[in-house]
């Protein structure tokens, strides 16, 4: 094999396997293409409803993402950073949406944010404020459930940064919030930018704690997985059309993402 | 969800028993031969209970046999059906299911064997105030519903969204509900947990809830009640044993069993 193009001799082991993993993961996406009612595609995209499921999907996911960005980034800090007294307790802590059926996460946010939740009853009383079946509702359950990605990879960005950096800038004179601000964010951007597109993509496609927490209304919370899989009880075509137009939405964002924000540091040497 | 881990906990098992059950033995076809194997029964969620026990009176009269169910949603179940699921037995909570398997040559004519309908049911403690009219007879959901009340019903997609849908519709308060859920575990969960003030569930659902929950019948019940139809499916892989656990259904016995868990006649 020429040397010319490098990492083109892939050796067998890794080859066969990873050959497999591409057919394990894109093959159930070719039977969606191969199975989907092209024609209808057109007037399903036209219908207002799809509209409103799918305008509601993009705008709570973002909303979910700048959420988790606001509050996931310093929580990561925390966890790579600080020296704080039980910091692998809070880690195992925050991660436990992960692990969550999402179901059971809907009903946990119902606990604290619910009309009787211990926080909810008090919001409902004091504001007359009451979050279930809201748009908010919505942002909150997507949030819940996709932060913990974004926290987990900017942790492991900012334990794979180089502290000396940091270091430098504390024996120049700069206080913490300041190399955090000038030196820590820049360095581990990448990472911050992975994570939110997976926080994202996510929060996209989050259901179970959406339809648990904030219920299922059209145009205030269906969200597209959620006209999804409505539409699969009594109309599977249907169903397939609408996974085909959220599976090319979300594709098209991420590839415009990656070209604007990731696009060059991808390439080596480019 | 909710008290509601418990109600979670009986589809994980359907689904458990459901993947343990495709390898389906034939029954020898002799004419006066027990009816052995394995069937497999589709049926909807909302016959979890009586059917379990009709499977085990069916198993406890015929040794050799091995009655496994899948519960779920109605019309995920046709969908199924439709995908080549190796069932024997297609029991639905609606006509219109029933009929996507029929018109689809899957089955032959459907016999109905039951029928269910909606009432309002409220948690106890009644965050709405959904007090009972003062009128004779059966009073109007009308007379019940509002909009400012929090309302959760099943979406249209299922059985008891289309009943509920009906309802709503004759007394013009289509718009009154907040959620549309997906199945009506779903909307009883709500209404248990306290987040809606009321919700629109069967009947024999709300029997399973009795110890948490208030119900009002109300009169456009009656004509917007969904029949359930049972047939046994072509391609069953064991048709002797399907047409014992139907003829036990349609029995006497079976349906003394379906009436004590509050169903309907058909």
């Given amino acids: 094999m020429s040397r010319t193009r490098e990492g083109a001799g892939v050796p067998l082991p890794l080859l066969l396997p990873a050959a497999l993993g591409t057919a394990f993961l894109v093959l159930p996406m070719v039977g969606l293409l191969v199975r989907a009612p092209w024609s209808d595609i057109g007037p399903a995209l036209a219908a207002p409803e799809v509209g409103q499921a799918l305008r509601l999907s993009l705008v709570c996911a973002t909303l979910a993402t700048l959420l988790s960005l606001v509050l996931g980034v310093p929580l990561a800090w925390v966890l790579a950073r600080s020296r704080i007294r039980g910091r692998s307790a809070l880690r195992a802590l925050v991660t436990v949406p992960l692990v969550l059926p999402p179901v059971v996460g809907g009903v946990a946010l119902f606990t604290v944010l619910g009309r009787n939740g211990f926080i909810g009853s008090w919001l409902n009383e004091a504001f007359g404020i009451t979050i279930p079946f809201t748009t908010t509702a919505v942002v909150i359950a997507e949030t819940f459930v996709a932060m913990p990605f974004l926290v987990i990879s900017v942790e492991g960005a900012l334990r794979a940064a180089d502290t000396r950096f940091e270091d430098v800038a504390a024996t120049l004179g700069a206080g913490r919030w300041t190399t955090f601000r000038r030196i820590t964010l820049p360095l581990v951007a990448p990472g911050i930018a992975a994570g939110a597109v997976l926080c994202w993509a996510r929060a996209l496609g989050e259901f179970g704690a959406t339809i648990t927490f904030a219920g299922n209304y059209p145009g205030t919370t269906q969200t597209m997985p959620l006209a999804v899989y409505l539409a699969l009880q009594d109309d599977p075509e249907a169903a397939i059309v609408l996974s085909l137009v959220l599976l090319a939405v979300s594709l098209a964002t991420l590839l415009l993402l990656r070209d604007r924000w990731l696009g060059r540091s991808g390439a080596p040497g480019a | ?266």
């Fill in chain 2, 1 to 266: 969800m909710r008290a509601r881990l418990a109600l979670v906990a009986v589809p994980l098992l359907a689904l458990a028993a459901c993947t343990g059950s495709s390898a389906s033995t034939d029954a020898a076809p002799s004419a006066d031969a027990e009816p052995t194997g394995t069937v497999t029964v589709f049926a909807a969620a909302s016959l979890t209970d009586v059917f379990t026990e009709l499977g085990q009176q069916l198993e406890d009269q015929h040794p050799g046999l091995d009655v496994q169910f899948n519960f779920a949603g109605s019309s995920a179940l046709a969908a199924q059906i439709e995908q080549g699921a190796p069932a024997d037995i297609f029991a639905s909570a609606d006509e219109a299911p029933m009929t996507r398997v029929t018109e689809a040559g899957l089955a032959g004519d459907p016999e109905l064997f039951a029928s269910n309908r909606l009432v309002l049911a409220f948690p106890l403690d009644n965050p709405g105030d959904i007090r009972q009219p003062d009128t004779a007879g059966i009073p109007s959901l009308a007379q019940y519903l509002d909009h400012d009340l929090v309302l959760a019903v099943c979406a249209p997609e299922v059985p008891c969204g289309v009943a509920a849908a009906e309802v709503l519709e004759r007394v013009g308060l289509s718009d009154a509900p907040d959620t549309f859920e997906d199945d009506v575990r779903g909307v009883l969960t709500k209404v248990e947990l306290g987040e809606v003030d009321a919700g629109l569930v069967y009947w024999t659902d709300f029997q399973t809830a009795r110890d948490t929950l208030g119900a009002y019948t109300f009169r456009e019940a009656e004509a917007a009640r969904n029949r359930y139809p049972v047939a046994v499916l072509d391609d069953a892989p064991n048709p002797r044993a399907a047409q014992a656990f139907v003829d036990l259904l349609l029995s006497d016995e079976g349906q003394q069993v379906l009436s004590d868990a509050a169903f309907f006649e058909p």
